[in-house]
Structure formats: C-alpha cells, structure tokens
C-alpha cells in the first residue's frame, strides 16, 4: 500500500485533466527554469522580509523554539514508537545505481526506508517530469508549467537550503555529541563535505521540497486542493515522524523548512505572470539572464538592456 502512495504523486499528473479549468497564463520557456533563479530568488527574500511577514516569522520561530526545547524527548518517543510499530530506525535502502563510488540511485526495502523515500528527491523529480511531460506530449499548458516550475522551485529551495545548513551547522541527532545537538556554523567545505551529518541538519529539505511540491499543484490546480491539502498533511507527517525515528532530522528542523517550501512554491508559480509582463516592460531598461555553453564550460550571462 505504501508503495502505491508513492507512485501516486509521481502520477498524478495523469489522473488529472490538464483544462477541466480557465488556466490563461502564457506557456513558460524552458530556459526560464533557469533564467528566473535569480528573480525568484530575489522576490523570495522580499516576500518573506516585509511587515506582512511578521505574523508567520512569530509562527516559525515559536514553533521552533518550542521543538527546540522538547527535541531530545520527542526524538526518544520516535525511536521508542518506531520500535514498537516494527518501523526500523535505520537506514535500509539499497542502491541500485551508483557512478564514480556515489550513490545515485537508493530505493527503499522496508516500512522505515520507504516513509523516508517520501521525501527522496527522485520522487519530487519524477512528479515534476510527469507534469512536465503530459503538458508536452498533450499540448497542454498546465500541466507543462507545473512541471517546469517544480523543477525551477527545487534548484531555487536548494540554494536557500544549502546556504542555511552550511550556515548552522547544526548535528544530526544520530552524531549527537549534546544534548539536541551540537551547532558548528559555517563549517568548511571540506568538513562538511566529509562528515555531513555533523553540520546539516537545520534545516529539513526533504519536508521543504516536499511542502514545495504540494503547493505547487495545489496552486496549479486549485480544483482538487480539497485532497491535495489532507494528503500532504499524512504524507509530512509520515515523512517527518520517520526522518525523527532513524535520527536525520529533529522535530526543530521542521518549521523553517515547510515555510520555505510555501514560499519559494508560490514565488515559482509567479513565473508565469511575470512572463505576461514581460511584452511591456522590454522596451524599458532591464536585466537579462541566459545560460550559454563555451567550449570550456556552462556560463550563466547577465545583460542590461537601455
């Protein structure tokens, strides 16, 4: 049963009409996944810094302080109810790809792995090629956008979430050293390259991504929010009971980690409004971004036109 919750989101996209209704925005461009990284990113940081903002930051913060203060509890209770439901609290997944000795590829084999392969990226990955491929295939705009913008939304959440973790520095509760877990900020890329559960754990991108990609349908397809909402509600649950129970995350981590999914969600489905503008504003001054590929590497290219 677990196994076809998975596969659900990952095919949701085909269980869907793509125009059971009025969706008006503009096809995006491809290159817009990358081209927009930086005025989503931007848009991400006002958004989330004016006066309006202050009620969910008191939210954010409150409820991670209050975690904060029961986290070595909660993190014995997970361990202590994971045992006794049967749900192991180490890691079982297998790898079934790997490349240069990376694992590329680990797919679950019991209860415990799978509730942690619901925040897998290659299960977000593969809902947005869902998406992305009915709306190419079908010639369907929706669909087509939703998955370009659930691709775009994680390359923009991971930036965030990276600079946030290098920046912390906070144990995993499994390499604990104190109690809740020692924070080391900034450490170096050679540190936490080689001990990364030392220094990553604040906060959580597998509920981040996870909250991104449901509000991303969910915004696409406001129709079917009457089911999209319960079922992230039972799968962030899952997920973030399991990352507790095998000692990846604390309860903490959480908070931070879902509203940075709403947001950077909401400021990637913008991407096809600010295209609309686009027409009026290109006679007027304005940045450029676009990839272009030399002979020696990728190049990400700023232009201003006046």
């Known amino acids: 049963m677990l196994r076809l919750v998975i596969v659900l989101l990952c095919c949701i996209s085909g269980t869907v009409q793509a125009e ?10 491809l290159w817009s996944v990358a081209t927009e990284i930086p005025q989503t990113s931007w848009n991400t940081l006002e958004y989330s810094f004016t006066r309006d903002s202050l009620p969910s930051w008191a939210i954010i913060i409150g409820s991670t302080a209050v975690l904060y203060h029961y986290d070595d509890d909660i993190y014995a209770g997970a361990r202590h ?9 180490e890691d079982h997944t297998k790898t079934m790809w790997s490349a240069y000795g990376i694992d590329i590829l680990r797919v679950p084999t019991d209860t415990g792995s799978y509730l942690y392969f619901l925040g897998d990226g290659w299960v977000h990955m593969g809902t947005a090629a869902g998406f992305f491929l009915t709306g190419y295939f079908g010639d369907h705009v929706r669909p087509y956008n939703t998955g370009l913008e659930l691709l775009h939304g994680m390359i923009v959440s991971t930036i965030f979430n990276q600079v946030l973790k290098r920046s912390t520095g906070r144990e995993s509760p499994n390499r604990a050293t104190e109690p ?34 449901f509000t991303t349908i969910a915004m696409n397809y406001p129709e079917y929010r009457w089911y999209i909402y ?65 002979p020696d590497a990728p190049t990400m290219n700023a232009v201003y036109q006046f």
């Open 230 to 294: 319960p079922v992230e509600g039972v799968w962030l649950t899952a997920l973030g009971f399991q990352m507790v129970n095998n000692g990846v995350h604390w309860a903490s981590d959480y908070p931070l980690g879902i509203a940075m999914g709403y947001v950077i969600a909401k400021m990637s489905v913008h991407m096809a409004e600010r295209s609309t503008d686009m027409a009026s504003k290109i006679d007027q001054p304005h940045w450029a971004f676009y990839p272009a590929m030399t």
């Open 81 to 89: 109810d994971g045992a006794r439901w049967n749900i192991a609290s």
């Open 180 to 213: 809740r877990g020692k924070w080391r900020p900034f450490p170096s890329v050679n540190a936490y390259g080689q001990n990364t559960a030392m220094y990553d754990a604040f906060p959580s991108g597998h509920i981040m991504t996870a909250t991104l990609t």
């Open 20 to 29: 059971t209704a009025e969706y008006t925005k503009p096809k995006l461009s």
